[in-house]
């Protein structure tokens, strides 16, 4: 991660975009709205990896809006497209969210402004205070509770909600974080916020106003398993103070599934 270029006081925005033609223009133009009426600078990165629809030209769109476009044939999976982001984003403060918008706009910056005092922040579906306008189907809540309680239980790492698609970071730190992440799969959140908690960083979870995409590409008979897995990997090379070497079971995982 030493390539990253020098960094100004601001906010950089990672978007991750998989054939999202139709999610981001109404995604985009909501944010870019809200950080209009900031005095804080801003930039939008939208990070395209293997599109086959018009992700490209849609986000190419907004260009004079400070919203940059990385272009990449190849997919990346969600991780691999954040990192590809966070090594062009400028700003101090780095955040990133899904394509389909699901923190309200009202509420971006006044989140991020939590770096004042925190390395990271967190937007959380699942703390006091936060409220849905649109919620989540049943499935979907118990999957989110159950992956929560799994999370607390085997990496003892004392959050909520690791999914939801909201959080920001102070650069020097998620540079840092981000050089023991391999996980690039769906699992890349939970991956990437361990890291930040073994190594002592302040973590805040905020509650969020959200709203669930009845569109969401998730399928959880698909995800589940592998996040399932990634989440006892993690916690398999980091029993005690040492640093285990990777199970060989664990690098054949990673490399089937590590971009999906």
């Known amino acids: 991660m030493n390539g990253a270029p020098a960094s100004t006081p601001g906010l950089s925005i990672v978007i991750p975009a998989w054939n999202e033609e139709a999610r981001l223009p109404p995604t985009l133009a ?5 950080l209009e009426s900031q005095r804080l600078p801003f930039e939008i990165i939208v990070v395209t990896e293997g599109a086959g629809d018009r992700t490209v030209e849609v986000a190419d769109a907004f260009h004079a809006r400070h919203v940059r476009l990385l272009r990449f044939p190849e997919r990346l999976g969600k991780g691999g497209a954040i990192m590809a982001g966070v090594m062009a984003s400028q700003y101090d403060w780095i955040g990133y969210v899904d394509a389909d918008g699901p923190l309200e706009a009202s509420e971006l910056v006044a989140i991020a402004e939590g770096l004042g005092d925190a390395d990271c922040v967190v937007a959380s579906r699942r703390v006091p205070g936060s409220r849905a306008v649109r919620g989540q189907p049943w499935e979907r809540r118990l999957a989110g509770g159950l992956w929560s309680a799994l999370v607390r239980a085997i990496l003892l790492m004392p959050l909520h909600d690791t999914q939801f698609g909201a959080k920001f970071f102070r650069r020097a730190v998620l540079l840092r974080a981000l050089e023991s992440v391999s996980v690039k799969n769906w699992a890349f959140d939970v ?6 908690f073994r190594s ?13 995409d009845p569109d969401s590409r998730l399928v959880l008979t698909r995800v589940v398993p592998i996040m399932l897995l990634s989440l006892l990997g993690m916690r398999l090379m980091n029993l005690g103070t040492v640093r285990r070497p990777t199970p060989a079971w664990i690098l054949q995982f990673a490399l089937r599934f590590a971009t999906e």
């Open 30 to 34: 909501r944010y870019l709205t809200a």
């Open 191 to 196: 991956s990437l916020l361990f890291q930040l």
């Open 200 to 212: 002592g960083r302040s973590i805040r979870e905020v509650p969020a106003t959200w709203s669930h």
